[in-house]
């Protein structure tokens, strides 16, 4: 049989395997069980209206041909101002490129960013995905521990300590996926300086800017001089609870937005028309539903971590943004993925286990806010009275949900 492509090799990371449970949580789900489903970031709470109205119209106006390949001139206008308006800095439609969300952003902007034999700095735990993305490249990913005890904030030092001759970017995540961890204006001018000092990009994941809780969003386009090495990935997916319109977009130098012509002309072929004029609904103005998302997010927290401060072996970090809660199980005598497969089968709760984030979640466990009041409650009864079993050693962690004890 003819080899496959070593890009198959590089895009099977660690982080594939987190799914697992997800996967299987799913398919309980369809066979009719009772799952209280936590584990992905897909928002429960429907789009904006003015943004289903604007898509709905796009569509019987006919808006289904083919678009400009890096997007309408109009939408990157609206984008790039909203850019400027949130950071204070200059953002011009030049800078801006539109792309089918956040991750298939981190992609094209990887791709153009580092290759083979290039160093890539994350901090870690990372989201599931950016191994792969790394890897797609051809470049190393280099990991920084974020430490729990230090509630997952970044380490300044260790991360100036891993740069080398290699290394091409800086990448950065904030709010951060999985931890909530989100950073001080002081952390993110020290990694921009760490940037300049040795001439690298930063790339900056922002698809949580909207859900930060403890303190603002600080996007290191907003620091003087540093548009020029910035790039800043984001969406709509998350604040304006639309996933599948797939609306997102780079911001970058004018350069690397030729650069990202190419890539799309060869891959994409631009946007679909109709979900770009209902993104423009959402891009021109702050919908007031994307502020009541983000109150809401904030009071699941709150919600969810009083519950699970109740359970035994276990250890709960509130949030400083997103939309998960963080549990530390380390304790519980089983690892995360064990923990979460158990909980699922016997509880029917799926929780997604950090392993696959980096070693530095390992023994934690990510829970998904996108659930409502009552059912969030729910779930956390059932973690509580789980990890309560776990402790008195009463639990078969094998067994599935209607199986007999």
């Known amino acids: 049989m003819p080899a496959y492509s070593p890009l198959t090799q590089r895009i099977a990371g660690r982080g594939a395997g987190a799914w697992k449970v997800h996967f299987e949580a799913m398919q309980m789900a369809a066979d009719g069980q009772d799952v209280v489903l936590l584990t992905v970031g897909d928002p429960d709470q429907a789009p904006p209206e003015p943004v289903i109205a604007a898509t709905i119209d796009a569509l019987r106006r006919h808006r289904t041909g083919y678009a400009p390949i890096t997007g309408y001139p109009e939408v990157r206008r609206a984008i790039a101002a909203r850019m400027a308006r949130r950071t204070g800095q200059p953002c011009g439609e030049e800078n801006v490129v539109v792309v089918p969300g956040t991750q298939a952003g981190l992609f094209c902007a990887m791709n ?144 690397l937005a030729a650069h990202l012509f190419n890539l799309l002309l060869c891959m994409l072929y631009g946007g679909p028309p109709f979900i770009q004029d209902g993104a423009l609904a959402a891009l021109k103005a702050d919908l007031p539903e994307v502020a009541a998302m983000r109150r809401t997010y904030g009071e699941r927290a709150a919600l969810l971590c009083e519950i699970l401060e109740r ?41 997604l286990p ?48 209607g199986e007999a004890q």
């Open 112 to 255: 153009c960013l580092a290759g083979p034999g290039d160093e890539v700095i994350v901090p870690e735990p990372m989201y599931a995905t950016y191994e792969a993305v790394a890897g797609a490249a051809g470049a190393r990913l280099i990991n920084v521990p974020l430490r729990p005890e230090k509630s997952f904030h970044p380490d300044i030092d260790a991360m100036a300590r891993a740069i080398t001759p290699r290394t091409r970017l800086l990448w950065i995540n904030s709010p951060h996926n999985p931890t909530g961890a989100v950073m001080t204006g002081a952390e993110v001018e020290a990694i921009a300086g760490l940037c300049r000092r040795h001439d690298l990009w930063l790339l900056s994941d922002e698809v949580y800017e909207d859900m930060a809780h403890a303190r603002p969003h600080v996007s290191p386009w907003s620091l003087p001089g540093m548009q020029e090495r910035t790039i800043v990935v984001s969406s709509l997916s998350k604040s304006h609870a639309m996933p599948g319109f797939r609306l997102g977009w780079i911001a970058g130098p004018p350069e």
């Open 354 to 401: 950090c392993d696959g984030f980096g070693p530095s979640a390992r023994g934690h466990l990510r829970i998904s806010l996108t659930a409502g009041e009552e059912r969030l409650r729910e779930a956390g009864r059932r973690i509580v009275a789980f990890a309560a079993e776990l402790a008195a050693g009463s639990t078969r962690p094998a067994a599935k949900v």
């Open 311 to 351: 359970a035994p072996r276990c250890r709960v970090r509130r949030p400083e943004g997103g939309m998960f809660v963080l549990l530390d199980v380390r304790e519980s005598g089983l690892t995360s993925e064990e923990f979460a497969r158990a909980l699922l089968r016997r509880t029917g709760v799926a929780v």
